[in-house]
């Protein structure tokens, strides 16, 4: 049994690096790993009998009673629309108001597991998912196109992970799980400069980062008193990341020229157009309790609560190894930087999600569900990197037993509770405009919807 499971696991580990490359989700947050889980709203700390309990309660392993694979894949179309964005008080006087919507394409968040009994107690998995993510694309025209380039046109962040998990029986109604995710973080953002009167005026920048390795652990408990009623309690752990890369200019120069008042353009040398760059932001621990009830035999009704410790990050800085567009004839009006801070002043996050699955028949299986899910992002800090808001999150899904061989489907659609309005409190995007020792003020209103769909194949062997 342990030669197979490691061969097993082997092959899951192959194809976590086959499946790696493309993976992102669609927001700050997952929106579900493995079709049934998806389609019960996450909703499944209490129920967590699939390999992917690697993530939702790694005790539930231990009700897994033969070899099972799972693989599969959940695409995810974001569509976010954002009215009136308007920037006042600039060096060039007031700009918009305009509308634009964003032009993220669709993503691929594969996933795949394997989990089978080790013993009468104990059980082991292991699982390749991705439990956060973002991949966010804008239009990257500057001007009446776009106002917002100047924060962001294109930012991603996400962490991949493998997980291997055991489990451990108790007694009868008690199981205790732990696993480690080992995984690899990448983070990027391009936009444009906004630096009216000198060349470097609307050129594009891009920081792109990653972090060779990090790690965190997920503890589960899972106790059953009854065959109808279940409990589950997760604790999924803080990732500590360090992240490196470079910050640059896409086409680099050697000179920078500045329009002085009085005398005209004033070209002079520029240095460092492209620096090494470092940064720290960790992955927020989560805690997650679930109940499970089955009023009878062929319908089940879960209901979970995920808290997330989203309050570290407080906000991050990219440090430079040398002054990033150094030009020390400027004298005091150099615009070399050596680190640039963001503010983020995020907000802890309590999210209530309800599922339900009724079993129609031997063969088919049907599951739906519902979550509220509140922003952690405040008002201040909003941007065009990070766009988030309040969301209302509906699935339907639908599992076909087919013997060894099954197939779970769901479709999900998440709507913005109500416009995200921002009227100039935003000091990250008031930012990306102050040149000139201006102050100037963005404000505009936005709202969204995302569509995703997804499919994992299951095979007992």
Not at 257 to 267: K, L, N, W
Not at 360 to 374: C, E, K
């Amino acid at each position: 049994m342990w030669k197979r499971f490691a061969v097993l696991t082997v092959a899951v580990f192959v194809l976590a690096l086959g499946l790696s490359g493309p993976a992102a989700a669609g927001n700050v947050d997952t929106f579900g790993i493995g079709a049934k889980a998806t389609a019960l709203g996450g909703a499944f700390a209490a129920y967590a009998d699939d390999p992917f309990a690697a993530y939702y309660n790694p005790a539930g392993l231990t009700q897994i009673d033969s070899a099972t694979f799972s693989v599969g894949s959940q695409f995810v179309k974001p569509k976010l629309r954002v009215y009136g964005y308007e920037v006042k008080g600039t060096v060039m006087g007031d700009l918009g108001p305009i509308d634009f919507n964003d032009r993220s394409s669709t993503l691929v968040v594969p996933h795949a597991g394997f989990a089978m009994p080790i013993s009468d107690r104990f059980s082991a998995g292991v699982a390749v998912y991705v439990p956060y993510g973002l991949d966010i694309k804008w239009n990257d025209h500057p001007g009446m196109d776009n106002l917002g380039v100047y924060d962001s046109y294109h930012s991603w962040y996400m962490r991949e992970v493998v997980t291997p998990t055991i489990a451990y029986k108790l007694s009868d109604c008690l199981s205790l799980g732990v696993g480690v995710s080992i995984g690899k973080s990448k983070s990027g953002v391009d936009r444009i400069i906004f630096a009216p009167g000198t060349s470097l005026n609307n050129q594009n920048v891009k920081t792109d980062l990653e972090d060779d390795v990090n790690w965190s652990a997920n503890v589960g408990l899972l106790y059953r008193p009854y065959d109808n009623l279940s409990f589950g309690l997760t604790y999924r752990g803080r990732t500590e990341t360090k992240f490196e890369g470079t910050t640059g200019l896409l086409n680099p120069t050697n000179s920078l020229t500045v329009q002085v008042p009085g005398v005209g353009p004033v070209t002079v040398p520029l240095s460092n157009t492209t620096v090494d760059a470092k940064m720290e932001l960790d992955h927020p621990e989560q805690i997650q309790f679930g109940v499970r009830f089955l009023p009878f035999e062929q319908l089940s009704l879960e209901a979970d609560i995920v808290w997330t410790h989203w309050s570290i990050i407080d906000g991050y800085s990219v440090e430079f190894d040398k002054p990033f567009l150094n030009a020390p004839a400027l004298g005091p009006n150099n615009p070399a930087k050596t680190s640039e801070y963001f503010a983020r002043n995020w907000n802890n996050t309590t999210s209530f999600r309800f599922g339900a699955e009724w079993q129609a028949t031997d063969m088919i299986t049907l599951r739906g569900s519902y979550f509220y899910d509140p922003s952690p992002i405040p008002d201040e800090t909003m941007d065009l990197q990070w766009p988030d808001a309040d969301k209302h999150t509906f699935a339907l899904g639908l599992g076909l037993n087919f013997g060894n061989f099954s197939i779970d489907g769901v479709v999900q659609y998440l709507m913005v509770d109500s416009k995200r309005i921002i009227g100039g409190e935003s000091e990250t995007l008031n930012e990306a405009y102050a040149s000139g020792g201006t102050h100037p003020k963005v404000s505009f209103s936005a709202d969204g919807y995302l569509w995703s769909w997804g499919l994992t194949l299951n095979y007992k062997f």
